[in-house]
């Protein structure tokens, strides 16, 4: 078994929050509360009871808040902060803090969506298949919001269907990736750029794999989900 200690994890906490403005007026959306903690406490409390030792925020848009709730520690992790001058874009803001992220393998999280999973499995996955970059899948009844992924029977990643064009019940990126760090490289300096919509569909055959798993997952980008977070970490708490 892989030891997940020395992992540099990287959590994209910067973004804008449009569709929660409503509910959240002038609040970073990944502290918003749910059943009286900061969301993003939740990814934390995750990454402790795995093992994991450092992480970076990235942060933006009021990313002050983030850093005042939290500090340097929580718990077991040690906390540093990397804001970005402007709006980078998930795969902008990776690269902007890369020199900053010191292992061999990135594990990068979206600070808006929590996924019960395994993730020492996923990155024993990552390690045995020799993998670039793993994403970790989950599945739901209906793909519209998100997009779709495709697997060949290798499971690698062969395609990306976009939201529009998706519908029904499929695969989809559930916003965590172990990802080597010669790979990010890749990704253009001092760019806004995505890794949904641009990176990741140019790394297809690039030892790109998506890994499968099940756990409950959830995501705060809408007032609707946002909503059932409160019921969501009800059914475990913190």
């Known amino acids: 078994m892989s030891n997940l200690s020395g992992i540099t994890v990287a959590i994209l906490a910067g973004g804008q929050g449009t569709r929660l403005k409503s509910l959240l007026p002038g609040q970073q959306k990944v502290i918003a509360k749910v059943k009286e903690h900061p969301f993003l406490e939740y990814i ?16 933006g848009h009021l990313g002050d808040q983030v850093q005042e709730t939290f500090g ?14 402007s709006a980078l874009d998930t795969a902008g803001a990776i690269r902007f803090a890369l020199p900053h992220l010191e292992s061999e393998d990135i594990l990068i999280m979206n600070g808006d969506s929590f996924y019960d999973c395994d993730l020492q499995s ?24 998100y997009g779709k992924i495709e697997l060949n029977e290798n499971d690698e990643i062969v395609s990306f269907e976009e939201k529009a064009k ?20 890749e990704i253009p300096k001092e760019n806004t750029i995505s890794f949904e919509n641009e990176i990741f569909p140019s790394w297809i055959g690039k030892s790109f794999y998506g890994f499968k798993t099940t756990g409950r997952f959830i995501d705060i980008g809408t007032p609707e989900s946002y909503k059932e977070a409160e019921e969501f970490f009800s059914l475990k708490p913190i």
């Open 44 to 59: 934390l409390n995750q990454l402790n009871k795995n093992g994991f030792k450092n992480v970076m925020l990235c942060t």
């Open 166 to 185: 998706s519908k029904g019940m499929g695969l989809i990126n559930a916003g965590i990736y172990f990802i080597r760090k010669s790979l990010l490289l």
């Open 72 to 85: 340097s520690n929580y718990q077991n992790l040690a906390l540093l902060y990397y804001r970005e001058p």
């Open 122 to 145: 996923a990155y024993d996955f990552h390690l045995k298949k020799g993998a670039n970059g793993t994403i970790l899948l989950t599945k739901v009844d209906n793909t519209a919001r």
